[in-house]
């Protein structure tokens, strides 16, 4: 069974610039959430995804956005970046968008923001 | 709005001694309540979850956590660490609020000393 990958590992930007992050959830996952972790910080809900629809959102302005594919990978896509967008961000992947369900997570991809 | 907080942001043991680490969740609702350990450079490991019943749960490498509704509690435990043991942790609720996601705490930093 293949775990929740992301690519890339690491990725340097400068401000204003756009980037796409992209995760492969878990074989017979449907639900991909996108997490970001500032340094020194617990992981912040960015948005999560739900059979290719969003299915809820945290506290993060519209320049974050982000796709579900057909196969339940996922993309985030980040506009405009600012210097305090410079974090780890996480993709985690679940069976079922559930209160209850275990979220699987992938080991993030660090973007530095110039 | 839901929040956890995580009060000691260090904590330094000595192998083989006992480890508590603490947290207290804010939620209106029966919360579900998860500990995540991260090692540097790597994703969230879930070490166990508290859904409903008994209210002591075992997780995975020994660890256990006790939920405790009259405190809003949810302490992690072991009673002999191991340097291997050294991680950032992470306690967390899952939230059902148009989707479902995790609220984290800002996290736990465990040194262990030989």
């Known amino acids: 069974e293949t775990g929740v990958t992301q690519s890339p590992t690491h990725l340097i930007k400068t401000r204003g610039q756009q980037v796409t992050l992209r995760c492969s959830s878990q074989?017979?996952?449907?639900?991909v959430s996108w997490y970001q972790q500032a340094l020194g910080q617990g992981p912040q809900f960015i948005f999560q995804?739900?059979?290719?629809?969003?299915?809820g959102r945290g506290n993060f302005p519209p320049r974050f956005s982000g796709l579900q594919f057909p196969n339940y990978s996922s993309e985030l896509n980040v506009n405009a970046l600012e210097l305090d967008d410079s974090a780890l961000y996480l993709c985690?992947?679940?069976?079922?968008?559930?209160?209850?369900?275990?979220?699987?997570f992938g080991p993030g991809t660090r973007l530095t923001v110039l | 709005a839901q929040s956890v907080t995580q009060p000691d942001i260090h904590i330094t043991v000595s192998e083989g001694a006992s480890l508590e680490l603490r947290c207290n969740y804010s939620?209106?609702?029966?919360?579900?309540l998860f500990w995540y350990v991260q090692s540097p450079g790597q994703g969230l490991q879930l070490l166990l979850k508290?859904?409903?019943?008994?209210?002591l749960v075992q997780g995975i490498k020994g660890f256990e956590a006790e939920f405790k509704r009259s405190q809003s509690s949810f302490n992690l435990r072991k009673p002999s660490v191991h340097w291997s043991d050294a991680a950032e942790y992470f306690c967390?609720?899952?939230?059902?609020?148009?989707?479902?996601?995790?609220?984290f705490g800002a996290g736990t930093i465990l040194r262990v000393k030989s």
């Open positions: 985690a992947s679940s069976f079922v968008a559930g209160e209850n369900n275990e979220q699987f």
């Open positions: 074989s017979g996952h449907n639900t």
């Open positions: 995804y739900y059979r290719e629809e969003e299915n």
């Open positions: 939620y209106g609702a029966t919360p579900y």
């Open positions: 508290y859904f409903s019943g008994d209210t």
């Open positions: 967390a609720v899952g939230v059902m609020e148009y989707g479902n996601k995790l609220v």
